[in-house]
């Protein structure tokens, strides 16, 4: 099965902007849709935003118009753009393959990486 790793995450100032990086692998990840989701401290995870296989996007509420995901099939990267940061968008990132796009359906996830946003 392919393997995720997340990176990019760290301490940044609010307003800031951080980009983090989902790498990939296996033949079929060119074929998959993959997420990003999040989780802070005494809350569950959700849903951050989302990208098809043919490249369609989609996000969570809070984030839209700040962050954006992309992706590079040829170096089997996935990225999620973070603009405008505040304190309320610290959690552990995850990126994880969706099994069903539109539902969100994770079937396997990364070890995350932290993001912090102080004052």
């Known amino acids: 099965q392919a393997q995720l790793r997340e990176s990019g995450g760290g301490l940044v100032q609010a307003g800031d902007s951080l980009r983090l990086s989902c790498a990939g692998s296996?033949?079929?990840?060119?074929?998959?849709?993959f997420g990003w989701f999040r989780q802070a401290p005494g809350q569950e995870r959700s849903f951050v935003a989302a990208?098809?296989?043919?490249?369609?996007?989609r996000y969570g509420d809070s984030v839209e118009g700040r962050f954006t995901i992309a992706r590079d099939n040829g170096k089997k990267m996935v990225y999620l753009q973070m603009n405008s940061l505040t304190p309320e968008d610290t959690a552990i990132y995850y990126c994880g393959r969706l099994n069903n796009y539109y539902r969100n359906l994770v079937m396997y996830w990364g070890q995350g990486t932290q993001v912090t946003v102080s004052s």
């Open positions: 990208i098809a296989s043919a490249g369609g996007v």
């Open positions: 296996g033949d079929t990840f060119g074929r998959n849709a």
